[in-house]
């Protein structure tokens, strides 16, 4: 379980002290799936970032369990990077030049598993439908089916926890749907989600919704879920 308490963030500008996260509790259960909504500039990427250990805070605390994120060591935060959160962002950030396997399987290689990695490659590639484009290089696939195999490479770990920060961001209509519907998926299979998505409609497929505006939270709601899962 996530615990996030009392967590500020702040940046001097010239004379002003200017508040990206100001005063910011939160707690997310094991196995919810979390949207973080709100209008550009409340403060969505920075708590994300502070949660995936991408960022640190100016005060307060996050826990994850169990442990404080501020106390990790290095190797412990590499390890937490690689193993207990999955990342995935708007814009991808693959290895355009390597294959989409080789993209998948470079959390693993960096974990220092050298030796045959297909078995994990293949399911976390089979999870997102793109097992056929195992071969391709990364650069000639589609926006949404990069943004699949970002999931296959966040996933291939197995981490309790996904952080997506605009996972729809840049994809139309059809792909975001099945880039939401494979995160609906890994909510069923029992991962913990929290994406951030300043779209409505993505942000309703959560099981809550949790809205900022200049760095604090102002409303945090369950959803109703019109259909069964
Ligand atoms: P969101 O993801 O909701 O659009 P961010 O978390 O990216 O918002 O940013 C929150 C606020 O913090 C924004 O107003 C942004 O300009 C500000 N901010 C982010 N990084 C810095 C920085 N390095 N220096 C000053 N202000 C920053
Ligand atoms: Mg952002």
Aim: charged content about 20%; glycine content about 8%; hydrophobic content about 40%.
């Amino acid at each position: 379980m996530i615990s996030i308490d009392d967590l500020t963030k702040k940046y001097v500008t010239g004379k002003t002290d200017f508040f990206a996260l100001s005063n910011v509790s939160l707690q997310i259960a094991d196995g919810e799936f979390v949207a973080v909504t709100g209008k550009s500039g409340s403060g969505k990427s920075t708590l994300l970032n502070i949660l995936g250990t991408l960022d640190s805070p100016t005060s307060g605390s996050v826990t994850v369990d169990g442990a404080n994120l501020a106390n990790l060591a290095h190797r412990q935060i590499a390890q937490y990077r690689n193993k207990t959160v999955g990342f995935v962002f708007q814009a991808f950030y693959l290895e355009p030049s390597y294959t989409v396997y080789d993209n998948v399987e470079l959390p693993l290689i960096l974990a220092g598993k050298v030796g045959d990695n297909s078995g994990k490659v293949n399911a976390a590639l089979q999870a997102v439908g793109l097992l056929n484009k195992s071969s391709e290089k990364a650069r000639t696939l589609s926006g949404g089916e990069q943004q699949r195999v970002a999931i296959a490479r966040a996933i291939v770990n197995d981490p309790s926890y996904i952080l997506a920060d605009e996972p729809c961001g840049n994809l139309d209509t059809t792909n975001s749907n099945k880039v939401m519907e494979i995160l609906a998926d890994l909510h069923r299979s029992g991962k913990t989600i929290v994406m951030v998505t300043h779209d409505a409609e993505d942000a309703a497929r959560a099981e809550r919704i949790v809205t900022m505006s200049d760095g604090k939270i102002v409303s945090d709601e369950k959803t109703v879920q019109t259909h069964l899962a």
